[in-house]
């Protein structure tokens, strides 16, 4: 028999119609050959028209899936997702702090249709928690706006935005400008302050995107918990997370999912 496969923990919110969280992020990680693992942080109702309800774990429910998968079958890598709350966000943080293993931190705002899934209240230890515990920092525009005060309109401003991201204490920003006025590529910069990577792809008129952050950061993950450098870990997720928009499908009457399946589907 062949051994396990790396293996890599998602904390995350529960995404019921499968486009996002912690739904995205296993099947990301299976399609890229890593034992996908889960700590839920909240329950969401939604689907492809939005969010209809949030229904937030105790920080004690949160630690002890954790501590129940750490401590037992051990990480490779971990990424996390929705932390609605102060609480959540400084338990997670706590846990971060006692695991060895890289972490890649989504700071989920906002859902795809607009709906808030961070709370105001719960920046700050975003800023003074969590950020610091990150090996990278995945944040979009609207995100990096709320975290630091910094707007981009352009490649310029994703700099200065990278800088005012590490200044809050990730090893690596990847600043994703999919949100810059609409033109022939999507670019995103990874930057550590002094090593810089511009990634750039086609943007597709696909409008079924919902779950590419999520897709993104669990990618990367995956790449880490396969013993690829960070450079190495979000160049190979661009590309795959690239492939999932491109061959995203319509689902229900409103966004659709990205395809984490599309390697297997082209073939």
Same mark, same amino acid.
């Given at each position: 028999m062949s051994g396990a496969p790396p293996l890599c923990l998602t904390v995350a919110g529960s995404d019921s119609g499968g486009g996002a969280g912690i739904q995205a992020d296993l099947k990301a990680m299976l399609a890229l050959g890593v034992h996908g693992m889960s700590v839920v942080t909240a329950v969401t109702a939604q689907n492809s028209l939005g969010v209809r309800g949030v229904w937030e774990l105790p920080a004690e429910a949160v630690t002890a899936q954790y501590r129940a998968v750490v401590d037992d079958i051990g990480v490779g890598a971990v990424k996390t997702g929705m932390l609605s709350s102060a609480v959540l966000v400084e338990a997670v943080a706590v846990l971060l702090a006692d695991t060895a293993a890289p972490a890649v931190v989504d700071p989920v705002g906002v859902s795809k249709h607009g709906d808030a899934l961070l709370a105001a209240s719960a920046l700050a230890a975003v800023r003074t928690e969590l950020l610091p515990r990150a090996t990278v920092a995945t944040p979009n525009l609207d995100e990096v706006a709320r975290l630091t005060g910094v707007r981009v309109e352009d490649e310029d401003g994703? #700099?200065?935005?990278?800088?005012?991201?590490? @200044?809050?204490? $990730?090893?690596?920003?990847?600043? +994703?400008?999919? &949100?810059? $006025? *609409?033109? &022939? /590529? *999507?670019?995103? =910069?990874?930057?550590?302050?002094?090593? /810089?990577?511009?990634? #750039? !792809? $086609?943007? &597709? @008129?696909? #409008? &079924?995107?919902?779950? %590419?952050?999520?897709? =993104?950061?669990?990618?990367?993950?995956?790449? =880490? !918990?396969? @013993?690829?450098?960070? $450079?190495?870990?979000? %160049? !190979? !997720? +661009?590309?795959?997370?690239?492939? *999932?928009?491109?061959?995203?499908? *319509?689902?229900?009457? @409103?966004?659709g999912p990205v395809d984490h399946a599309w390697r297997w589907r082209s073939r």
């Open positions: 994703m #700099r200065r935005a990278a800088d005012a991201v590490l @200044g809050l204490g $990730p090893r690596w920003a990847l600043i +994703k400008g999919g &949100h810059l $006025p *609409a033109g &022939h /590529e *999507a670019v995103d =910069l990874l930057s550590d302050g002094s090593t /810089e990577l511009w990634l #750039r !792809a $086609p943007r &597709h @008129g696909n #409008r &079924h995107t919902h779950g %590419t952050g999520c897709t =993104l950061a669990s990618a990367i993950a995956a790449g =880490l !918990a396969h @013993g690829l450098d960070v $450079p190495a870990a979000v %160049t !190979a !997720a +661009k590309e795959y997370v690239t492939g *999932a928009i491109t061959a995203g499908f *319509a689902l229900g009457a @409103g966004i």
